[in-house]
């Protein structure tokens, strides 16, 4: 058996896992440099908060309309070069990007970023399962851990490259993209030398593993509290995503060079937590990473539009990051394990429905910004997380798993 099948059957392949997790965070990187231009757009292009919100759902509806549609194509016929193909479109909307001397040529570009964004997910999300070893929580964070280090450092790099010298500076970011491409075609060979242990694993006991012993009926319950609990966490992520620079320069007169700096250390706060809280998940059971994570942070989301000084609000936004994060990896794992066999797809919806509620949250509140103020938006917002209390309603799919093999002995 050759070594990269040997991985596949037992160990974890961390070699792919870490070539998965740069893709990611070369592909998140530049969804977040759009958020990151959002106070340059504003002044270039006169902007209100409604337009900026625009944007936003522009780019979340092309990358979150298309990914269950092509996590359940590639389900069926698995696609080991969509990934480079993807991050081509991505970087045919940098390039559009860096040109857009128009309003609507910039929503043309963001929404071409986004269907590349929307090709990648799913089937990175199925390798990352692929190459786990059976470690479905640490290689899923592992994963994911690289989006958010990308959606940290994209802030970071606009503040360098972009705020400071030009929007036409965006072009140099295509570079970086062809750098992704050459990382993705290594990983898509893995995956084509790869597929027939998929399909094979589909067959055999990997999958009776996972089963839980659940109803129908009890598995779309279940799929409809996750979804409940995306709904909440990423309404309260797109406050932060699209306003968060706005909310600081208004309330302490951070200048707009300086905004993104405070966004890479939320960004970062959100990487770390990602990273812990999928191997926390494996230990303990990710029902108690879900609850804690998205009821946990409450206290700290109700707190924030209330502190009166700049120190204190990037403590709380730090320990916001670091809490509300962990969840998303216990999520989409918990929700793979209750439909074993539609990795893609589970994992295209997830990610599509996180997204789309992400773009139609931040049209609606940049409307809600314009006609009140970014205060409010984030008073409203603050209470979201509270949602988090439906998550008791979680089966634990650790007793039923036993329950599942005792019966089945």
């Not at 799913?122 to 390798?127: G, T």
């Not at 932060?240 to 905004?259: C, L, N, Q, T």
Request: charged share 10%.
């Amino acid at each position: 058996m050759s070594k990269t099948k040997e991985q596949y059957a037992g160990a974890t392949a961390f070699a792919i896992l870490g070539a998965l997790s740069l893709s990611h965070a070369f592909n998140d990187t530049f969804q977040s440099l759009i958020l990151a231009l959002y106070p340059l757009l504003k002044e270039t292009f006169g902007l209100h908060y409604m337009q900026i919100g625009l944007i936003t759902l522009t780019f979340q509806f092309s990358s979150s309309v298309f990914q269950p549609i092509v996590g359940w194509f590639t389900d069926k016929r698995p696609q080991p070069y969509s990934l480079p193909l993807g991050m081509t479109s991505t970087m045919i909307g940098l390039y559009l990007l860096s040109q857009a001397d128009r309003y609507w040529l910039v929503l043309v570009a963001v929404a071409i970023i986004g269907f590349g964004s929307s090709i990648f997910h799913p089937e990175a999300s199925r390798l990352a399962y692929m190459a786990s070893g059976g470690r479905f929580g640490l290689a899923q964070s592992l994963f994911q851990v690289g989006g958010n280090f990308g959606s940290s450092l994209g802030p970071l790099l606009a503040a360098l490259v972009v705020v400071k010298y030009g929007q036409k500076n965006v072009v140099w970011f295509c570079l970086i993209a062809l750098l992704s491409i050459v990382v993705m075609f290594y990983i898509s060979g893995w995956y084509k030398r790869n597929m027939h242990l998929l399909l094979q694993r589909k067959k055999g006991r990997g999958e009776k593993q996972t089963r839980h012993g659940l109803s129908p009926g009890r598995v779309k319950f279940a799929l409809a509290i996750l979804l409940t609990l995306i709904f909440s966490k990423y309404v309260y992520l797109a406050s932060m995503s699209s306003y968060y620079m706005f909310f600081i320069i208004e309330r302490f007169g951070v200048s707009d060079h300086d905004a993104p700096y405070y966004m890479f250390v939320y960004q970062f706060a959100v990487a770390a937590g990602t990273l812990i809280g999928g191997p926390i998940g494996d230990r303990i059971g990710r029902k108690y990473v879900i609850w804690f994570s998205i009821l946990g942070v409450a206290p700290f989301t109700l707190l924030l539009p209330h502190v009166e000084t700049l120190t204190s609000t990037v403590i709380l936004t730090i320990l916001i990051g670091v809490i509300l994060a962990s969840a998303f990896s216990a999520i989409l794992i918990y929700a793979q394990e209750l439909m074993p066999g539609k990795v893609g797809m589970i994992a295209g919806l997830f990610f599509g429905f996180a997204f789309g509620i992400a773009g139609i949250a931040s049209a609606v509140l940049g409307v809600l910004a314009d006609h009140y103020d970014i205060f409010y938006v984030y008073y409203l917002c603050s209470f979201m997380p509270l949602f988090g209390i439906v998550a008791v309603f979680l089966p634990d799919l650790k007793e039923k798993t036993r329950h599942w093999k005792k019966s089945s002995r």
